[in-house]
């Protein structure tokens, strides 16, 4: 071959074969290095023909063949390992996030670091989640120790609640003959015991006597409920049946009054004015039905009402049934003896039933209803604060998109990029969480120590193991669905277009605002459910305020004076009672004084049966009615009006077979009728007439939030035994009164104690106690709630806004009214309000009829309310809208273009 | 010396690495160029092939220890495939300290005249 050809010429042959073998290389290589070797091949050549001739353009060439035949294996083998995820690639280093994996414990170190670079990002996820977390453990261990555990007694779902129910009464207490006959009649019981909860011991110590609160029970209580005395032991059949002054005390009252002295078993104890016998401590942490007794005596202490069957003095039937005896099983056999019963005793068992009920609902009430509620609830603050959180992740991982791009192209494979946000959200997720459990412990102290009455069972509240184990689960899945989204979007980079329009800055694809939107909507919804629930209970809690007692409690003082055996008959108590009274009345602190019993919003309870006899109006069955014995001046005292006929003279003899009732009892038993001078029985006088002499006004003596009972008065100087002062302050002085009263009882008999003294007002608060708690708890979360809410909106809005800062720019620049611009930007985001509030009130719709239990004269969907909670969430949520919106307005056209 | 740290993972480097290197400490050249040069400098005894030269420009580069220093005009085809290359601050630590590397291995070679140097 002679000399050389053009520029490309001469080696024409050997650069095919160096074409061909470079075929043979992996595609990349032959992409990245075909070129520049073919280029320089020839040049070689060239330059080696043009030193050497053609020998030397041969030797070159055959050199530079055997150097590509030499470098193909290892380049093959690197192409190889290039494809491996996790190859080193040396020069992407650790910084940029794609670095290699190089153990948890490194990659661990990454993540904490990548996130203590952002401090404000981290810190508003951590507490956002913290803060729901902690909500919602602090609410499930209400739920899980009252609702869900089980009274601490063996085999607690044997054990059986019995009331007695008549057709217009659901659940009354028992009157103790028919137990008796329960026990004989019935075979489905291991044993049927009786307590009588709530009363009140007066306990001689050194001389001062002082009200004790107790429960009376039955000898076989004990072996009904499964536990034994800590020390000594419970009474005998023998010994309630002799009578004999025998009494228990509590754990606590032991600790706490003397000192845990164990030689206080065998000592003596002065009740009322009796010496009792100490004989045992009953074990520590009592629960349903003994929890807040400090002192256990024998049924038989409330005396003969226990043998008549006409009368309910209070007490409550708990069974334990027998082996392989089922609930619905007993409730058949109970039925039958009930109808045994009802035709033996047709006076008093007349359509008389039972119901049986586990006696852990008992023990937790009407409690169920507020629990469920609150969990409810806090569940979806938690869904709001889980949406925040995926929507600042969201933001991050578009930002980060960028650096996930070009990760992508020099090879990382998605695992190694979704792998770091995962570990992030993880590591926020468990600090969140570890930061949730820490407040949920401090609330659950500061709960069992405020809400004492408030809640039932509050001693079984803890943060025990279901409870976090629940929590973990909750945080698990809040980090699950939180992360989901800015991981499944690193992920999905969008390779070309985040690295042509520079990633970051343009703020991702669509889909990706498509999505933030929509969460903020469904956070908007959420929180308008919230807001929907706590304002119907805000109205409830002002409705019961206002609600018609049909007596005037404010300014009123009650007490009770128990006279003791100093005054043996009903004479000489009637006697104490209107000396008393007529003091009262001349003290310059005391507008009125009346006595009464049962004072109304207090714990006693008095009802009796009106019998049908005569009355045209009333089955057979009788007529259940509340009942209270008053002097005359009660009705003055209370501001009950007095619509028709008198009140009593306060002379009424034992004989004087007059009583007053209320309009309501008037119109059903004679309708449109005037009813002074009619007459009716009722037990346990069942021969007797007695005529009635007077209406009052209706009241509600439960509290506002009760259905309306009917009720009779009787005079207080036919048969009271204890009798409650309600006395009402001139000038709003209740202390002047207490203190007179005081002095006064002191004066007339030093031994007689002045017991449960209360402000009437506080005691008709109690009774809305249950209300007043979920509503505030209620308007907490849906603070909570908005607040979040609306720091998303804002974000979300600001972040837009921030992406569109030059398209916004080049609109003012090209002649748009900043008003114009600020208008586009708050109708974006008074569109998601929009939107979301619409789907709020269909959710709210479906919802809040769970409140229905706890509402008072508000219907679940209130217009008012709902329209209410519309408007403020609109007007909240524009303004948040409003602040990125005016910052838009505001934008220098200028600036803009030029930082662009 | 964090140096030390710096670029011993990177040593020993390879004969060809250590003449790329070498040939870039004194100044930018492109692919070819550095061909010449060691060519040059070597007499002809260590001239790498083409392959073997582009894949370890390759190498470095990746290692970060070269760089492309030119922004190419993406319409000059012809300037696009030459590339020309750089020492980054890490490639001239790298190079130093292979050469110091040398040095204290040949140190004790010194007693006494070599045969073919010293002339």
């Known amino acids: ?900 | 010396m964090a140096e030390e740290s710096d670029v011993s993972p990177y040593l020993p480097l390879r004969p060809v690495e250590l003449q790329i290197l070498a040939c870039l400490s004194r100044g930018p050249l492109h692919g070819y160029a550095i061909l010449k040069e060691t060519e040059e400098r070597s007499e002809g005894s260590a001239v790498p092939g083409l392959t073997t030269l582009y894949r370890t420009l390759k190498k470095l580069e990746e290692e970060e220890l070269i760089r492309d220093c030119q922004d190419p005009d993406p319409r000059d085809d012809a300037a696009r495939q030459r590339r020309t290359f750089t020492l980054t601050p890490l490639g001239s630590r790298v190079v130093r300290a292979e050469l110091r590397r040398l040095q204290a291995l040949t140190a004790g070679l010194e007693e006494g005249p070599l045969p073919g140097e010293g002339r």
């Open chain 1, 1 to 900: 071959m002679s000399g050389p050809g053009g520029p490309e010429g001469g080696g024409g042959g050997w650069t095919r074969v160096f074409r061909l073998l470079l075929s043979v290389y992996p595609a990349d290589v032959r992409r990245e290095l075909g070129p520049a070797l073919i280029r320089d091949f020839r040049r070689s050549l060239e330059e080696a023909g043009g030193h050497s001739g053609s020998m030397g353009r041969h030797r070159r060439a055959l050199g530079e063949l055997a150097d590509l035949l030499r470098n193909l294996p290892p380049a093959w083998y690197e192409s190889w390992k290039r494809r491996e995820p996790g190859y080193r690639r040396p020069a992407v280093t650790a910084g940029a996030g794609g670095a290699p994996w190089t153990g948890v414990g490194t990659e661990i170190r990454h993540a904490a670091r990548a996130l203590r670079r952002r401090p404000g990002y981290s810190a508003a996820v951590i507490l956002t989640l913290g803060m729901a977390v902690g909500a919602n453990a602090a609410v499930f261990s209400l739920v899980d120790g009252i609702l869900l555990e089980s009274l601490p007694y063996p085999d607690p779902d044997a054990l059986v609640h019995i009331s007695e129910t008549r057709p217009d009464q659901e659940r009354m207490s028992v009157a103790y003959p028919n137990l008796t006959d329960w026990r004989e009649m019935s075979r489905s019981w291991k044993g049927l015991a009786a307590v009588r909860r709530g009363w009140g011991f007066r306990l001689v110590d050194e001389g001062t006597p002082r009200l004790t609160s107790g429960a009376l029970a039955s000898a076989n209580l004990p072996d009904v409920l499964g536990v034994q005395p800590a020390l000594g032991r419970f009474f005998t059949e023998e010994e309630v049946r002799r009578g004999d002054r025998v009494v228990l005390l509590s754990h606590g009252f032991w600790r706490s009054e003397l000192g845990s002295d164990p030689d206080v078993v065998g000592s003596t104890l002065t009740l009322g004015d009796e010496s009792h016998r100490v004989l045992g401590i009953m074990p520590p942490d009592p629960a349903f039905p003994l929890e807040d007794a400090r002192l256990v005596a024998p049924l038989t202490r409330i005396g003969d009402r226990l043998e008549e069957r006409s009368q309910y003095p209070g007490i409550f039937v708990i069974g334990r049934l027998a082996e392989e005896v089922t609930l619905t099983a007993a409730r058949r056999d109970m039925d039958r003896v009930a109808g045994l019963l009802a035709e033996r005793f047709p006076g008093t068992n007349h359509q008389g039933g039972v119901h049986l009920s586990a006696l852990k609902e008992s023990a937790v009430g009407d409690a169920d209803t507020m629990l469920l509620l609150l969990q409810g609830a806090v569940a979806l603050v938690l869904l709001i604060a889980v949406a925040n959180v995926a929507n600042l992740g969201l933001v991050r991982a578009v930002s980060a998109s960028r650096d996930a791009g070009i990760r992508m192209a020099l090879g990382a494979r998605g695992g190694r990029i979704a792998g770091p946000a995962i570990l992030e959200t993880l590591l926020l997720g468990l600090a969140g969480g570890a930061l949730g459990l820490v407040l949920a412990s401090g609330s659950v102290e500061i709960m069992r120590r405020t809400l004492q009455g408030e809640l039932p069972r509050l001693a079984a509240v803890s943060l025990d193991g279901s409870v976090l184990l629940a929590t973990l689960g909750v945080v698990l899945l809040a980090i699950a669905v939180a992360g989901s989204a800015p991981a499944v979007r690193a992920l999905r980079a969008d390779l070309a277009g985040t690295l042509r329009s520079g990633g970051g800055r343009r703020g991702g694809s669509g889909s990706t605002s498509h999505l933030r939107n929509v969460l903020i909507v469904g956070e908007v919804a959420l929180t308008f459910v919230v807001l929907a629930g706590a304002g119907l209970m805000l109205r409830t809690t002002v409705n019961l305020l206002d609600a018609r007692l049909g007596f005037d409690p404010e300014d009123v003082v009650t007490a009770s004076v128990p006279l003791g055996s100093g005054y043996p008959t009903v004479e000489s108590r009637v006697v104490f009672y209107r000396q008393l009274l007529q003091r009262l009345e001349n003290t310059r602190s005391v507008e009125s004084a009346a006595g009464v019993t049962p004072v109304p919003l207090g714990p006693g309870e008095w009802q009796t049966m009106i019998s049908g006899t005569g009355l045209e109006r009333v089955d057979d069955e009788g007529l259940l009615t509340d009942a209270a014995r008053v002097t005359p001046s009660y009705f003055e005292t209370m501001d009950i009006p007095l619509l028709a006929g008198r009140s009593f003279s306060g002379r009424e003899s034992m004989g004087d077979p007059v009583v007053m009732i209320d309009e309501t009892l008037a119109d059903r038993l004679w309708p449109d009728q005037d009813p002074v001078g009619r007459s009716f029985r009722f037990w346990p006088s069942a021969d007797r007439s007695y005529h009635v002499i007077g209406v009052v006004g209706n009241t509600k003596i439960q509290g506002a939030n009760q259905e309306s009972r009917t009720q009779l008065y009787l005079p207080y100087t036919q048969g009271v035994s204890s009798l409650n002062l309600v006395v009402r302050a001139r000038n709003d002085d209740e202390s002047a009164v207490i203190e007179d009263l005081r002095r006064l009882v002191a004066e007339m008999d030093a031994s007689i104690p002045l017991t449960r003294v209360r402000l009437m007002e506080e005691m008709e608060r109690d009774t809305r106690r249950a209300e007043s708690l979920t509503t505030r708890i209620l308007i907490f979360f849906a603070g909570f709630s908005l607040l979040l809410a609306l720091l998303g909106l804002y974000g979300v809005i600001a972040y837009s806004v921030r992406l569109r800062t030059k398209e916004i720019g080049i609109r003012l620049a090209l002649g748009a009214r900043a008003a114009r611009v600020a208008r586009m930007v708050l109708r974006q985001g008074v569109a998601m309000i929009v939107i979301g509030v619409a789907l709020g009130l269909v959710g709210a719709m479906a919802m809040t009829r769970f409140l229905s239990g706890l509402l008072f004269e508000v219907d679940t969907l209130d217009p008012a309310t709902l329209g209410a909670a519309a408007v403020l969430l609109t007007v909240l949520g524009a303004a948040a809208a409003g602040i990125p919106a005016l910052g838009a307005s505001r934008i220098e056209p200028a600036k803009t273009l030029q930082e662009e």
